[in-house]
């Protein structure tokens, strides 16, 4: 917790010098505290909520949080694991994914709530676009189906597979999914299945595959990282952004 509030900090002063400082937000839903991240370059800066991987809220999503800041918008990285909560081991990561992938109405409440608390800080959730890396693909995904009022969903190497009973006949915005073809944790079978599920429900999509990228191809740092990838499906990433959003 202290390592990561460290972080912040450093990161904090660093990005003020592009105009914009980032703060730390402690939030509530339903009972129980969160911690996310706000910063914003201008008032009504079209809004990227972006939702972390199973990590947790670390200092990756703060640093993709400024360089879209450094962009001209205004971001909110979520926390759905819980205030203090980043865990490092994988067996801790996978309890807190499996929590919230089995209570999918508490993952969408927590979207929900993280967008409330973004609008409470002057945020511009009419105008948004909702983000997510890994696990947060996946949630990414969850808050489409919602039918949740936001102008598009993109996800990096995320969770693709749809649960039974869901469906897209609620999505509102459009759809953009970014998948490593060597990704052996999330399968190109999922990847055809949901494109035919989007196809069938009318939903404005573009899929892309990038060759030899695996799972977290975007992690810079990892075992996994592949540059190409990762700055090909960034540079698409901001233009979804400026195709969707109004500035």
């Not at 994914?97 to 089995?102: A, C, I, N, P, R």
């Not at 573009?206 to 592949?226: L, N």
């Amino acid at each position: 917790m202290r390592h990561f509030l460290y972080i912040l900090l450093t990161l904090l002063v660093s990005t003020a010098a592009f105009g914009a400082t980032g703060t730390v937000v402690n939030y509530e839903i339903n009972g129980q505290s969160y911690e996310g991240y706000y910063i914003s370059p201008a008032e009504k800066a079209p809004l990227v909520l972006l939702i972390h991987d199973w990590d947790g809220l670390t200092d990756y999503e703060v640093k993709r949080a400024n360089m879209l800041a450094d962009m001209g918008y205004a971001v909110f990285a979520s926390d759905l694991f819980g205030a203090g909560v980043r865990p490092t081991e994988v067996k801790d990561k996978r309890q807190h994914t499996g929590e919230l992938y089995k209570d999918r109405e508490k993952m969408r409440a927590l979207m929900t709530g993280a967008l409330e608390t973004a609008k409470s800080k002057g945020a511009n959730i009419e105008n948004a676009v909702a983000m997510g890396y890994c696990f947060g693909g996946a949630a990414v995904l969850e808050l489409a189906r919602s039918g949740a009022n936001l102008k598009g969903f993109a996800t990096f190497h995320g969770g693709l597979k749809t649960p039974d009973g869901q469906d897209y006949t609620k999505t509102r915005g459009k759809v953009l999914i970014m998948h490593g073809s060597a990704d052996k944790a999330i399968t190109m079978d999922q990847f055809a299945g949901l494109t035919n599920e989007l196809e069938a429900a009318g939903v404005t999509h573009e899929m892309i595959t990038y060759g030899g990228a695996p799972h977290a191809f975007t992690v810079v740092g990892s075992d996994r990282y592949q540059e190409a990838a990762d700055k090909k499906s960034w540079k698409r990433f901001t233009e979804f952004l400026a195709e969707t959003l109004k500035n």
